[in-house]
């Protein structure tokens, strides 16, 4: 089964709205990653938190990890038309070798 | 400068033939990766070579070959297609397997379309 899974399923808002995406996941980890996709595109990595970390911030993002929970969530803040796209948690597998990627929050932010 | 490239874009074949994907690297990195994208966007990983050799291979049926002439290349062979593998392909590569920093970098697939 797969490891992480994003909530909501999908999200619309308005530019300059934030938007709060979740994400939980089944196993422990040594770190939790979010990655964008834009419609027909590859995935673009956005940020890395570690599990020694409750908070990250990259710019107009910021990333939450509890591991108590098993959850981290993903904020952007004064969202933008641009960030129209699909994102993604991931942790790794428990051999550490490859990513295991959630079902993905479809964000679409209108102007 | 692409980080990560694949060919082709877009592929579209019969059922029962066989076709290959390409994918190069010129990052340097050891580490690269299949995924498969479903209709739902699913992204599932299915094969992880490092420095040449298969680490990971998920339960993907043996129709699936992947092969690494070289640390920079993974290409994907698929014999006898299905309706079923009609996906998005991804390759991708990381830097070294696992480890606590290794972000993933990945091309901008393959939408396979089986007829």
């Known amino acids: 089964s797969q490891q992480g899974e994003e909530d909501p399923q999908a999200l619309s808002i308005q530019e300059g709205e934030n938007a709060t995406m979740n994400c939980s996941y089944k196993?422990?980890?040594?770190?939790l990653q979010w990655y964008r996709q834009n419609s027909g595109r590859g995935l673009v990595h956005l940020i890395l938190?570690?599990?020694?970390?409750r908070e990250k911030h990259s710019g107009r993002l910021r990333v939450t990890l509890d591991t108590s929970k098993k959850s981290s969530s993903l904020l952007i803040t004064a969202s933008r038309a641009a960030d129209t796209a699909s994102y993604f948690c991931?942790?790794?597998?428990?051999?550490?070798?490859?990513?295991?990627f959630g079902k993905g929050t479809t964000l679409s932010v209108s102007s | 400068d692409t980080a990560v490239s694949q060919t082709p874009k877009y592929l579209v074949t019969q059922m029962g033939n066989d076709k290959s994907i390409k994918c190069e690297q010129n990052?340097?990195?050891?580490?690269m990766y299949w995924y498969k994208q479903d209709s739902k966007k699913f992204l599932k990983i299915m094969f992880s070579?490092?420095?040449?050799?298969?680490?990971i291979n998920e339960t993907v049926p043996n129709r699936f070959s992947p092969k690494s002439p070289d640390k920079a290349h993974l290409n994907l062979h698929i014999n006898s297609l299905e309706l079923g593998d009609s996906a998005v392909y991804f390759c991708?590569?990381?830097?070294?397997?696992?480890?606590?920093?290794?972000?993933?970098?990945f091309g901008p697939g393959t939408r396979l379309t089986v007829l």
């Open positions: 991708a590569s990381s830097r070294i397997a696992g480890g606590t920093n290794n972000e993933q970098f």
């Open positions: 196993t422990s980890i040594n770190n």
């Open positions: 938190i570690r599990s020694n970390e």
């Open positions: 991931a942790t790794f597998n428990q051999a550490g070798t490859a990513l295991i």
């Open positions: 990052l340097g990195h050891d580490t």
């Open positions: 070579y490092n420095n040449k050799e298969l680490i």
